[in-house]
Nanobody, 115 residues
Framework: QVQLVESGGGLVQSGGSLRLSCAASRNIFSRSTMGWYHQAPGKQRELVATITLGGNANYADSVKGRFTISRDNAKNTVFLEMNSLKPEDTAVYYC?????????WGQGTQVTVSS
């Protein structure tokens, strides 16, 4: 059974930091590009960042220089370090595992940034 389990969301003041984690099933993690997406109320789900098996990272323009995605292949876990958070970063953040043959989503974790 594939599982993506996020943790680390919460409430933080503007300018603060949070670190999200997503633990994945080993058989999927070891063969997937991992990513984070977010969805604000009334808006579509959007890409935040992705990281390939080889460690190549890609970021949405809105988070470049503030967020860092990384993966620990020994622990089957992907992280999203979020710094200099802004109120507009408020959203549910979803972990994603994808390849040419599948995609899986986590249940989401709420991030709220107060002004």
């Amino acid at each position: 059974q594939v599982q993506l389990v996020e943790s680390g969301g919460g409430l933080v003041q503007s300018g603060g930091s949070l670190r999200l984690s997503c633990a994945a099933s080993r058989n999927i993690f070891s063969r997937s590009t991992m990513g984070w997406y977010h969805q604000a109320p009334g808006k579509q789900r959007e890409l935040v960042a992705t990281i390939t098996l080889g460690g190549n990272a890609n970021y949405a323009d809105s988070v470049k220089g503030r967020f860092t995605i990384s993966r620990d292949n020994a622990k089957n876990t992907v992280f999203l370090e979020m710094n200099s958070l802004k109120p507009e970063d408020t959203a549910v953040y979803y972990c994603h595992a994808g390849s040419r043959w599948w995609e899986y989503w986590g249940q989401g974790t709420q991030v709220t940034v107060s002004s």
